[in-house]
């Protein structure tokens, strides 16, 4: 059964302003990560339990390309996606989101 995905409004802003970021460095790398991004959301949508605890009851799944892992936790038939973040990011900014 495939979970339905909700995104917190942190998680979506910093989300939208990475596709920025990259289309900015190149005209369609900001369409590559988020089809990238995308790509993982889908694969936690369809199996959450799959992908590592990280903090409490938050999972991590790690872009394949891009240096960014999106946290999320399962809830009853949802999942919902805390953060999209960046590896050299501060993890104590992301944990203060769970």
């Not at 409004?9 to 939208?16: I, K, Y």
């Not at 369409?31 to 694969?43: C, G, L, M, N, P």
């Not at 999320?72 to 919902?80: D, H, L, Q, S």
């Amino acid at each position: 059964m495939t979970c339905k995905v909700f995104f917190r409004r942190a998680a979506q802003r910093e989300f939208g302003d990475a596709v920025l970021w990259y289309e900015e460095r190149r005209v369609g790398l900001g369409r590559e990560f988020r089809a990238e991004i995308e790509r993982a959301i889908e694969s936690v949508a369809h199996n959450p339990s799959r992908f590592p605890l990280m903090h409490r009851d938050i999972r991590c799944v790690r872009a394949r390309r891009f240096p960014y892992s999106v946290f999320f936790r399962v809830e009853p038939m949802r999942v919902v996606v805390l953060a999209v973040f960046h590896a050299r990011r501060d993890p104590l900014i992301r944990q203060g989101r769970a």
